[in-house]
């Protein structure tokens, strides 16, 4: 089995072992809109461990930002440390 992600403008897959999925009907389904597919970004596929870079420089932005909003609020005295 994969986890499908999808980090800014590329896509990738990511192993996830074997899974193991109980009961008699599983079934997935889907219709596929041609015209909403072409009209989708070009995106580019890349593999696990460039996804999981990127999917880390996200995550260090986020904190970083959070961070920020966080000082800002306690130079303001509207947090408490």
Not at 42 to 63: C, F, M, N, P, W
């Amino acid at each position: 089995a994969t986890s499908f992600r999808r980090e800014q403008q590329v896509i990738g897959d990511i192993p996830l072992g074997v899974q193991i999925v109980r009961g008699e009907n599983v079934v997935m389904m889907g219709d596929v809109d041609v015209e909403k597919d072409k009209a989708l970004p070009v995106l580019t596929r890349l593999g696990s461990d460039e996804i999981a870079a990127l999917k880390k420089q996200e995550d260090k932005k986020q904190a970083q930002a959070a961070m920020a909003r966080r000082r800002k609020l306690l130079e303001q005295g509207l947090c408490e440390d």
